[in-house]
């Protein structure tokens, strides 16, 4: 089965510096490639996401990158802030199958 | 459209016991699943199900049951509650076309005395 890992498990930065967190997946079959925020205490939401007949895609400040030939996909937070402070989640799926999630990487911006 | 909604959001069991979570969605979502999240973990998938009367196991499915009777509903049963079962459990579901993401529901936090 799909198999994800996701570095680094927590990432500090500084308000307005960017945050880069990396994913990589096992299953070439693997075609869909979300991102979930969780706050502290909440449900996780989705906020990007990325099929693989797509190289990039951006949305406000975040951004997702996706390397097939490599099997690794990246979220780039840029001008982080305060309210980015959460953890991420990575997955990754085939278009109908199951979700196979990462650990999680835990993003503390300074001010 | 309340989305994706689980009851209870908090619940104490002894060693032992049994319960149902319940989790129910109003968007005529076919895929439907249970998580849970554990500190470190992420979130790992207990069992899921296709489509009502459809269901399979995840890659954590021991000491839980599934059934999907009808679209709208997926409860989960802890069969014999152990300790090890304290987490927050997570129920989300998605559709076919469109957005292929999950939507979650707000979770229950399960702890095994």
């Known amino acids: 089965g799909e198999n994800v890992e996701q570095h680094p498990s927590t990432l500090s930065v500084q308000e307005g510096d960017s945050a880069v967190i990396k994913c990589t997946y096992s299953d070439s079959a693997s075609n869909y490639f979300p991102w979930y925020k969780q706050e502290l205490g909440k449900r996780p939401q989705l906020i990007i996401d990325i099929r693989s007949n797509v190289g990039e895609k951006k949305d406000q400040r975040i951004a997702v990158t996706l390397n097939k030939t490599a099997k690794h996909f990246s979220l780039h937070i840029t001008e982080t802030q305060p309210e980015d402070s959460a953890v991420y989640f990575c997955?990754?799926?085939?278009?109908?199958?199951?979700?196979?999630f990462g650990a999680g990487t835990q993003v503390v911006v300074t001010p | 459209n309340a989305g994706v909604t689980q009851t209870p959001k908090f619940q104490v069991l002894k060693t032992g016991q049994s319960m149902t979570l319940q989790c129910a969605q109003d968007m005529n979502h076919e895929y439907m699943s249970w998580y849970r999240q554990d500190p470190g973990m992420g979130l790992r998938l207990i069992h899921y199900s296709v489509g009502a009367g459809i269901t399979d196991q995840g890659e954590v499915p021991n000491g839980y049951n599934v059934s999907r009777s009808t679209t709208e509903d997926f409860p989960l049963r802890l069969l014999s509650a152990a300790p090890s079962q304290t987490s927050v459990y997570f129920c989300?579901?998605?559709?076919?076309?469109?957005?292929?993401?999950?939507?979650f529901g707000s979770g229950t936090r399960l702890t095994v005395v």
């Open positions: 997955a990754a799926s085939t278009s109908w199958g199951k979700f196979q």
């Open positions: 989300a579901s998605r559709g076919r076309s469109g957005v292929y993401g999950y939507t």
